[in-house]
């Protein structure tokens, strides 16, 4: 099946939704315009139930089939926050929010989710119920663990989740996913190495912890290049480095943050250990102390296997089996989605967003021309999982 005729019907307000939202840009969990915006719309469509507040400032909306009486329920789930990036697109619905912006198509996937919902509540033409997930703060502030947290997938009976996310440069009308890991996990480090400060000219009266710095950042990535499978994936980025406050002064102390991200469960723990062992002795070996602080944050996003190839075969319905890439590679960004699918099988699929800037790039825009096939899909995967 094709682009579903009502989806092609309604393409020009969801894409005035979409642009609406992309003018009016909010962060993390603090996305209440976007949130009421979210609620009225489901409301107008006619949702047996549409609940507001769920991990925090999260909507959601069930709607029941009118055929036969199952009790199977498929979710079905959303982003809506923005990033705190200044916008350099010019275009005529441009962020309004000095400092924010949709630069990772959040806007969109909640348009395209709006559209589903709406196209659902019109027809119900499935056996089962429908609920749509519209969630905040993906960007960092985990607001999928917040959701499940207060209940989402006990509360609604969710039997199956699903998310999508659009995917720059990949061409218009194309899919793409891959069954087990698929993004990466995302953790946190900190190092705070105290030495002793002094004279600049003096060096030899100090414990310099820049130096001890440069080392042990060094001696870091040797945890990717000699520690880790060849076969598995890792990385280690150190991102910041503080330190001093004068060119003639040899600081107290310096601190380093960054991030790591892995792909597998047994590397996430042999990572976290050999970085903690080298910035211990490596601050030793200079007469230094060091504190090392790792934050584990969003688990590895996994895809069911069942559940992965059902998806696959809904999106090559909607764009044809030769636009479906069923063994994506693995990428190591990170997606809060992974706590949704650590409590339920589902999968997270990719959908083409055509030529553009990358995902958080300050001239990023989502494609309105992949409304209609994100949509299409929520839509069959719905009348699909629940065919009565």
């Known amino acids: 099946m094709p682009i579903v005729n009502r989806v092609a019907d309604l393409h020009a307000d969801i894409t005035a939704w979409r642009r609406d939202l992309h003018a009016n840009p909010e962060i993390l969990y603090e996305v209440h315009r976007t949130a009421a915006t979210v609620a009225d719309k489901l409301k107008a469509f006619g949702c047996d139930e549409v609940v507001t507040g769920l991990g925090r400032t999260g909507v959601v909306g069930v709607i029941r089939g009118r055929k036969g009486k199952s009790e199977r329920t498929i979710g079905l789930r959303a982003d809506m926050d923005a990033l705190p990036i200044t916008e350099a697109t010019g275009l005529p619905y441009k962020s309004t929010a000095p400092g924010k912006m949709h630069a990772c198509g959040h806007d969109g996937h909640t348009a395209m989710l709006l559209g589903a919902a709406r196209y659902l509540a019109e ?67 900190t190092v705070v190495i105290e030495g002793h400060g002094g004279h600049a000219a003096r060096p030899h009266l100090t414990i310099d912890p820049v130096v001890i710095g440069c080392h042990t950042i060094i001696a870091m990535q040797s945890v990717v290049s000699r520690n880790t499978d060849p076969l598995k994936s890792a990385v280690v980025s150190v991102t910041m480095f503080e330190a001093g406050t004068a060119d003639n002064v040899i600081p107290q102390r310096v601190q380093l943050d960054g991030t790591v991200r892995t792909l597998d469960e047994d590397v996430r723990v042999m990572v976290e250990q050999r970085l903690g062992a080298i910035v211990e002795h490596t601050a030793a070996a200079f007469g230094a102390k060091a504190k090392f602080t790792y934050r584990r944050n969003y688990p590895v996003l996994v895809n069911h296997e069942k559940q992965t190839a059902f998806a696959a075969d809904v999106a090559s319905e909607v764009a044809g089996e030769k636009q479906v890439n069923r063994e994506l590679v693995p990428m190591m960004g990170a997606e809060d989605f992974s706590f949704m699918l650590n409590e339920r099988p589902g999968a997270f699929i990719w959908v083409g967003n055509g030529p553009s800037a990358g995902l958080h790039h300050p001239e990023y825009n989502f494609n309105d021309e992949a409304i209609p096939f994100g949509t299409s899909y929520w839509v069959r995967l719905v009348e699909t999982a629940l065919r009565g």
């Open 123 to 189: 027809t119900r033409n499935f056996n089962g119920t429908a609920v749509v997930i519209f969630q905040p703060a993906e960007e960092g502030g985990a607001g999928g663990k917040a959701m499940c947290d207060d209940g989402l997938m006990t509360r609604f009976g969710i039997d199956e989740v699903y998310g999508m996310h659009n995917s720059p440069n990949m061409p218009i009308g194309s899919f793409g996913l891959r069954p087990g890991p698929i993004m990466a996990a995302a953790d946190y480090i």
